[in-house]
């Protein structure tokens, strides 16, 4: 039909066209466009569906028989910390490096200590010599008081005036009032030793806890000032995670609950931690609540900062 429709075409062009010519052309060609926009349309249908049924399926993601909540984060301790200088001053020696393991107390560095361990001696100095004029005067309390009392049975003999007897009375209470002066004395002294000997002590920094010097900041014979950070020390254990869930799991999750936890440095291991805190209240910022596992039994390759991921089943 297309081919007739081609001939009449040709043969009409070698012609004069008229009016007549055109109407029977266009109603020629008009069934062969119908079937050419149906053919097309046709054609454009399968592809459509065959997009939809490619899409993926949210339920998939889902394990038959139950569901599992996975939540991630770094493994955490407890016991973690820099340790800053507590006063200006230099490093004089170091006495830990980055890898070591120390104890509770134990010294990490030393700042130069000659200066305050020079005014310590002189305040300790002053403190004696404090004490020793409190003995004095005490002694002195003691001679003015029996004065007064002797005075007093004088009068009371009628052989002493009332001015020789208040004259001994002023006396001794004199004296007691020079006793609580040195006594004071004696306190601010005490007082001031005992800052320099704190002061003397911010000048040995030491391990704040039992664990592992993680990074060392400074080095000998560096200046620092207060609250420049010095080491970072950190517990080896135990080792736990803390992760947010949203409010719909408040009442599933109890504490002392048992959960599997897994770690992607070491994908052949499956580890177990046990809740030991699941927060009170909800956060109104995010709807959340915090919950703290801690890992049963030995950390053996696990270290503070190493990814995780705990698995909560069956809890939606």
């Not at 081609?6 to 119908?34: T, Y």
């Not at 998939?60 to 909540?69: E, L």
């Not at 002392?256 to 177990?272: A, F, I, V």
């Amino acid at each position: 039909m297309v081919w007739s429709v081609s001939l009449e075409c040709e043969e009409m062009q070698s012609r004069k066209p008229n009016g007549f010519a055109l109407i029977l052309l266009g109603a020629a060609l008009l069934p062969w466009l119908a079937c050419s926009q149906n053919t097309a349309e046709v054609a454009a249908a399968p592809a459509t569906t065959s997009l939809e049924r490619s899409a993926p399926t949210p339920a998939a993601s889902v394990p038959a028989g139950g569901s599992v909540f996975t939540v991630s984060g770094p493994l955490i301790v407890e016991h973690q910390l820099d340790v800053l200088a507590q006063r200006d001053g230099v490093i004089a020696e170091l006495r830990s490096e980055a890898g070591a393991h120390v104890h509770a107390g134990e010294l990490l560095a030393q700042f130069d200590d000659r200066q305050l361990a020079a005014d310590l001696e002189g305040a300790r100095a002053k403190t004696r010599s404090t004490e020793a004029d409190l003995k004095n005067w005490e002694a002195e309390a003691k001679v003015m008081q029996a004065d007064y009392e002797r005075a007093q049975k004088m009068w009371d003999a009628q052989i002493m005036t009332k001015e020789q007897l208040e004259h001994a009375k002023f006396k001794a209470e004199s004296e007691t009032w020079d006793v609580k002066r040195v006594r004071e004395m004696l306190t601010n002294s005490s007082q001031a030793e005992r800052s320099l000997e704190l002061e003397l002590d911010k000048t040995k920094i030491r391990a704040p806890f039992s664990g592992v010097v993680a990074r060392r900041y400074v080095r000998q014979g560096q200046q620092v000032a207060r609250g420049d950070r010095l080491f970072w020390v950190t517990a080896e254990g135990p080792l736990g995670m803390r992760f947010t869930l949203p409010e719909k799991f408040i009442g599933r999750l109890q504490k002392g609950q048992e959960l599997s936890m897994t770690t992607p440095d070491l994908p052949d291991q499956n580890y177990k931690v046990r809740v030991v805190q699941v927060s009170p209240v909800v956060d109104p910022a995010s709807s959340t609540i915090e919950v703290t596992v801690q890992l049963e039994g030995k950390a053996g390759s696990l270290r503070p900062g190493m990814d995780a991921s705990v698995s909560l089943e069956n809890l939606r």
